[in-house]
Each structure stands twice: as structure tokens, then as C-alpha cells.
């Protein structure tokens, strides 16, 4: 008899993917690449772990990364993996597991578990005696703990590193009310711009997301989000060295374009769509909807061989913090950049623990300990729907948001749960763990295990008990869901 099921949900994203849990809001490390960006940011969020060390940070990222060539701190196959006893070499590539990590180079299961044995996400009485006494994880009675040996170790987290990373993340890129959302890329302009009157209501809007794909210049000045966050990933780096380089590479991808005129732009009406051909297409691309924010339109002359003025028009979005209240939740919801009915999850900026904020590039500490307390004030404004909301309450910068968005939300569909079948009145018990993602159109199992081995790893009065499970005679099977 079922006695309940509950989940997490979440996403999180980190060396290039996201969660699966809701309160745990991970890293992913299910696609790390080897783009330089992406390489610094994989650091980075790494770096946020406790405990977590340069040496063991590169060793993690050579292990699932495509090539063989270590980095400074790192370990290959050639260099460390094929000198062990027996060798193995690393898959270089997505893990099948978290356990794997177990073996990469300098990880140790107290690193990646904690104190939490039976793996139930939370430290039980006897757990919490070990952890308050300074037994570490797996000692042995007798034995001298590394911190004896190293009185300045970081000790492990409580939990482990496990519950910063998951391999699982996904997104349904749908809007809130369940329909797709639009693809503000796509080829047909004069069908763009039906679908966009239709969801938007707003024939200004419509025109100038249309226009912008003509004829826009993102409001970012013409520096593409790469390099604003790659530029934030290197204030926080150590290397800065290593990171001048990627800037460098960097530098010439975003939109370059710029204002053909001095004058101050013109207020923009859906009248001004008539000076453009829809039916030619455009060959401006959007890198993320809040390009429209602060952008520009400029309507090159079309007589006299093209000589004359060029009118240039503001974008009826602005980042002031009330027409961003005001857009952003509609915009965020109803439009996107690419053709999938789902997106690779995001850190959940709403639930994830704080480590995992602090390892965001470019953002204080203080930022983030505003960013903690204002998510705990009880506020169910509709813009905290949306990752915009930090931009809204003044906590980042527009430009800092545009370089974050790629890798923050406020939501997720990818589900983890422990379940437990036993008997109330025995010892009986099976316990499995799986992943199931929301992000289809139906449920979809993405990982699925026993964890008998460890136990049933939750007392009687945890999972629930019915009244009558004590009855003699009467022996009944109840499950239950834990996570």
C-alpha cells in the first residue's frame, strides 16, 4: 500500500548541464567540454565545493573531458592512470555514475559521501556522533585521521560532494501554461511575427523582435555574453594568465554591430515594421531573449543609392528595474532561441545551496548572501518566476545577468527519488533510487538502482506506520518515498 511519494525536482548547471534535485540544485557533470570557457566555469563551480582542491578540480575535468592532454593540475591516462595496478583508463567522456568519480585521481569515498553512509541526504544520530567526534568517514578504530596528520585539511562536507553533482538535468521549454514557446530565430519573419502578436498581445513588441532579426544590435554594446562571463570567471580565477588567451578568442563573437547614427535613437511603433521586407528573412540571430533588452533597430535609407541618414530606434524593452517587472516575465516564459522541446538544465538559483552560488563567477559574497536572504522573504511575485528577478531587485547588473542566464533558473523537471517498500511490523525491506524526467511529453526513468547494500536508511517512524500494522496476526507491506 503506497504511503506516499515525494520528490525533487530542480536544475542546476555547471560545467555545461544541470540538476536533478530541487534542493540540492547541482553541478552537472554530464557534457564538459573542452572549450576554454566552459573549461573556466567548470573550474570555478568546482572550486565552490568544500574542501575541493585545484588538484582534484583539473583531475575531475581530465576524466570526462575528450581529449588526453592533462592540465597543469590534472591527470591523464598516460601520465598517472596507466601507472596504476591494474591500469584503466578514463571514459573521456559523460560518467554512467557519480560513483565513477571515485576513480579519478585524489577522490576519496569521504570526500564524495561525507558522513552520510547509508546515502539518505541527511545525517542520522549515529552519523552526526562520528561527524561532532572527528571520526572521519570510514576510519578505522585506532586509526589517525588525516587531521591529525594535517591540521590545516578541510575536512569533508557533512554530505559529501555527491550532493552538489548530479549527471541528469533537463528543462521542458514550454511556457508556464504548457504550450511551446516561440522561437524568436526562426526563418519565416512574417509567420514570427503572427505567433508573436498572438502570444504577446503587444503589436510594438511583436514588430520589434521581428525588426531586430533585420536589422538589431543587441543592448549589450556589441561584447558577447561569452566574454562578459568569461571576463567575470577570470577576476575569480587565480590564472589570470591562462584566461587571457579565451578572452582574447573571445572577443570578436558577439554581435558587433553598431549604430549607424549619432542621433539619439526614435521611440519604436509597429508603423516603423513597414520600412522593412519580412519576406527577405533576417540575418541577425538572437544568443539569448534578453538581447532585447536596450537594443537598437537601425532602418538604413533606401533611395538615392543608399545615401542619407539612418534612423536608429529604441527598444521598448528596457533594463530599467519597472519595465523589467514589467516584460521579462512575459518574454522569459513565451519566447526562446532554439528549436527543442527541452533545453539542458540550469543551477536553480531559488534552491540550491549557497556553495554553489558562491562558485558563480563574478558574483561577492555579499551578493550572494542577499541572494540567500531574499529568497527566504515569503515574496510570490510573479518575477520570481524567472532568473530576471535578480536583475529586477538590483542584485546583478544587466550585463552580468546576460553572462548568467545561460547557466541559472528558477525551475526544473528532472525528479530523484528514494523508495522504500517494508513491513511495518518486521525487518523486511528493498530500497531502490531513480531519476525520472518531466521534461517529455511523458515521464521518462533515467537512472534506476537498488540500495538494499546500504540499508533501508530511514527509521519506522520516518517512512510511517498505520495503525493497525502492530494487529497480531496482521503482517502488511507499505511503501514509501524518501528525497
Same mark, same amino acid.
Given at each position: ?5 515525494? *520528490?525533487?525536482?530542480? +536544475? ?6 544541470? @540538476?536533478?534535485?530541487?534542493?540540492? #540544485? ?7 567540454? =573542452? ?12 572550486? #565552490?565545493l ?9 583531475a ?14 590534472g591527470a ?10 591494474? $591500469? ?8 554512467q555514475s ?10 576519496? !569515498? ?9 546515502? /539518505?541526504? %541527511? ?5 552526526? +556522533?562520528?561527524? /561532532? ?5 570510514g ?6 585521521? @588525516?587531521a ?8 569533508? !562536507? ?7 553533482? =548530479?549527471l541528469?538535468?533537463?528543462e ?28 504577446l498581445? /503587444?503589436?510594438?513588441?511583436? @514588430? ?25 570567471? +577570470? ?5 589570470? *594568465? ?17 549604430s ?16 522593412f ?17 536596450d ?7 533606401? #533611395?538615392n543609392?543608399g545615401?542619407?541618414?539612418a ?6 524593452f =528596457? ?35 549557497q556553495?554553489?552560488l558562491?562558485?558563480? !563567477?563574478?558574483?561577492s559574497d ?19 518566476? %524567472?532568473?530576471?528577478?535578480l ?11 546576460r ?22 511490523? *518486521? ?7 531513480t531519476i ?6 511523458? $515521464?521518462?526513468?533515467? %537512472?534506476?538502482?537498488?540500495l ?15 495503525f493497525?500494522?502492530?494487529? !497480531?496476526?496482521?503482517? @502488511? ?6 528525497w
Open positions: 500500500m503506497p504511503r506516499g511519494l515525494a *520528490g525533487q525536482a530542480g +536544475a542546476a548547471a555547471g560545467l555545461a548541464g544541470a @540538476s536533478e534535485a530541487d534542493t540540492l #540544485g547541482v553541478v552537472s557533470l554530464a557534457s564538459a567540454t =573542452t572549450n576554454g570557457t566552459s573549461t573556466s566555469l567548470a573550474t570555478s563551480l568546482l572550486m #565552490g568544500p574542501g575541493m582542491t585545484p588538484e582534484i578540480a583539473d575531475i575535468l581530465d576524466f570526462i573531458d575528450e581529449d588526453e592532454e592533462p592540465r597543469p593540475y591523464e591516462y598516460a601520465d598517472y592512470y596507466s601507472q596504476l595496478q591494474p $591500469p584503466y583508463k578514463p571514459p573521456n567522456g559523460p560518467l557519480i560513483e565513477q568519480l571515485l576513480l579519478v585521481r585524489g577522490v576519496t !569515498p569521504a570526500m564524495l559521501f561525507g558522513y552520510d553512509e547509508n546515502r /539518505n541526504g %541527511f545525517l542520522d544520530a549515529e552519523e552526526q +556522533a562520528k561527524m /561532532n567526534a572527528g571520526i572521519e568517514p576510519q578505522l578504530p585506532g586509526a589517525v585521521s @588525516s591529525a596528520l594535517d591540521p590545516d585539511a578541510t575536512p569533508p !562536507p557533512p554530505l559529501g560532494w555527491a550532493q552538489y553533482l =548530479t541528469h538535468s533537463q521542458k521549454n514550454v511556457a508556464r501554461d504548457g504550450t511551446p514557446r516561440i522561437n524568436i530565430n526562426a526563418e519565416d519573419l512574417e509567420q514570427l511575427y503572427e505567433d508573436l502578436v498572438a502570444v498581445g /503587444n503589436e510594438d513588441w511583436a @514588430s520589434f523582435i521581428v525588426a531586430y532579426r533585420i536589422a538589431g544590435q543587441s543592448g549589450n554594446g556589441g561584447v558577447s555574453p561569452l566574454v562578459t562571463l568569461a571576463t567575470m570567471a +577570470a577576476a575569480d580565477s587565480q590564472n589570470d *594568465g591562462v584566461m587571457e588567451a579565451q578572452l582574447n578568442s573571445l572577443a570578436g563573437a558577439g554581435n558587433q554591430q553598431q549607424a547614427t549619432s542621433e539619439p535613437p526614435q521611440v519604436w511603433s509597429a508603423a516603423a515594421l513597414q520600412q521586407d519580412l519576406s527577405r528573412g533576417g540575418e541577425v540571430q538572437f544568443t539569448q531573449v534578453l538581447d532585447l533588452i537594443a537598437r533597430v537601425t532602418v538604413q535609407p533606401q #533611395g543609392g545615401q542619407g541618414e534612423i536608429t530606434y529604441a527598444s521598448p =528596457t533594463s530599467l528595474p519597472l519595465d523589467l517587472a514589467n516584460s521579462t516575465p512575459i518574454l522569459m516564459d513565451y519566447l526562446t532561441t532554439v528549436d527543442a522541446p527541452s533545453i539542458p538544465g540550469r543551477i536553480n538559483i531559488m534552491e540550491c545551496p556553495e554553489i558562491r562558485g558563480l !563567477p563574478g558574483l555579499e551578493v550572494v548572501d542577499e541572494i540567500l536572504q531574499a529568497r527566504i522573504d515569503g515574496s510570490d511575485s510573479e518575477t520570481r518566476q %524567472f532568473e530576471t528577478w536583475a529586477i531587485e538590483g542584485y546583478l547588473t544587466m550585463d552580468q545577468l553572462a548568467l542566464v545561460p547557466l541559472i533558473t528558477c525551475g526544473g523537471d528532472v525528479y530523484k527519488a528514494q523508495i522504500i517498500g517494508y513491513t511495518e511490523s *518486521g525487518s523486511a525491506f528493498a530500497r531502490i533510487e525520472i524526467s518531466g521534461a517529455g511529453e511523458l $515521464p521518462e526513468i533515467l %537512472f534506476f538502482r537498488r538494499d547494500h546500504l540499508g533501508r536508511g530511514f527509521e519506522i517512524p520516518v517512512l510511517g506506520q498505520r493497525d500494522a502492530v494487529t !497480531p496476526g496482521n503482517v @502488511s507491506l507499505s511503501s514509501a518515498a524518501a
